[in-house]
């Protein structure tokens, strides 16, 4: 493969894991609200992570009609553009959230979730400072703080990136969501096997789910011991999920040197307290 389009690969391997790294970031920012349990909500019928395409757009429908009744109601809005976001609508979902938080500029909730469109739509900066509005210095909320993590990456900016997630890990010690970005920040640097070490403690925490198993497996995959990222990327899941992320792995693998470059790049593991740079 000429050098150009072997880069241009690799390029696209970095955005995809980044692009993980955010959403397994800012899902784990979801609150009770989020999670659809007010009575003039729609309920949903399954975790909104478990839904496929057709149930997203139901689910999404109903929560747009309920939010044209009353856009100003906060955890409406947040839900609604959750599910917005989780359609690849993200412009529509901030579009929302800015209305929500005009209407409710103190609401901490609505400022977290106006963040997070605000960083899947590209807006990181302003994610940031609206994400910094939400927190609280005398309560600091690990979820926001990965989060700005998260955002920090996107930014190019993985030392700072990695520093918030070690204060997040001060708060809530062996966090999986945490620890997979933190093995996720270090994927966007090439440094895959301290990536795989964060990952690999990610995956063995009780409370892992399984998207900190796709990063995990992703990573092995960019190692380039497929069997094994394969085996990983089965598990927990229905035939169906685990075809469709099998061949995406494989559809990333596929392309001669990719994963090779990447390694070129990694260098030896370090300990939590290092401070790898760009």
């Known amino acids: 493969m000429p050098a150009s389009l072997t880069t241009t690969f690799t390029n696209r391997i ?23 349990t007010t009575g003039s909500v729609p309920k949903l019928t399954k975790p ?5 395409a057709t ?58 979730a106006y963040g997070k469109a605000q960083a899947a739509a590209g807006q990181f900066q ?4 609206t994400i910094g509005r939400a927190q609280t210095p005398d309560r600091p909320d690990w979820k926001l703080i990965s989060a700005q993590g998260a955002i920090l990456d996107q930014m190019g900016r993985a030392s700072d990136a990695r520093q918030r997630y070690r204060d997040a890990l001060d708060i809530q010690p062996n966090e ?3 620890l997979s970005n933190l093995g ?11 990536a795989e070490t ?11 789910d399984s998207r900190v198993r796709q990063n995990l497996a992703l990573v092995v995959g960019l190692q380039g011991r497929f069997p094994e990222a394969e085996q990983i990327a089965r598990r927990e899941l229905s035939p169906q999920q685990a075809d469709a992320n099998v061949a ?9 040197n990719s994963w090779q470059k990447l390694a070129a790049k990694d260098k030896t593991p370090q300990l939590a307290g290092d401070s790898n740079t760009n």
């Open 14 to 36: 970095l955005q995809g894991a980044a692009a993980s790294l955010l959403v397994l970031a800012l899902a784990g920012c979801s609150t009770t609200k989020d999670r659809m």
């Open 48 to 52: 909104v992570e478990e839904m496929d």
């Open 55 to 112: 149930e997203l757009r139901s689910a999404t429908d109903r929560l747009g009609q309920a939010y044209e009744k009353n856009p100003r109601d906060p955890v409406t809005g947040v839900n609604y553009a959750n599910l917005l976001r989780m359609n690849g609508r993200d412009t529509q979902a901030l579009a929302v959230m800015q209305q929500v938080a005009i209407a409710n500029p103190g609401d901490r909730n609505v400022l977290a």
């Open 126 to 129: 302003q994610a940031l400072d």
């Open 176 to 178: 999986p969501s945490i």
């Open 184 to 194: 996720m920040s270090y994927v966007l640097t090439g440094d895959l096997r301290t």
């Open 198 to 208: 964060y990952l690999r403690s990610a995956a063995s925490q009780p409370t892992a």
């Open 248 to 256: 995406y792995l494989r559809g990333m693998l596929s392309q001669p």
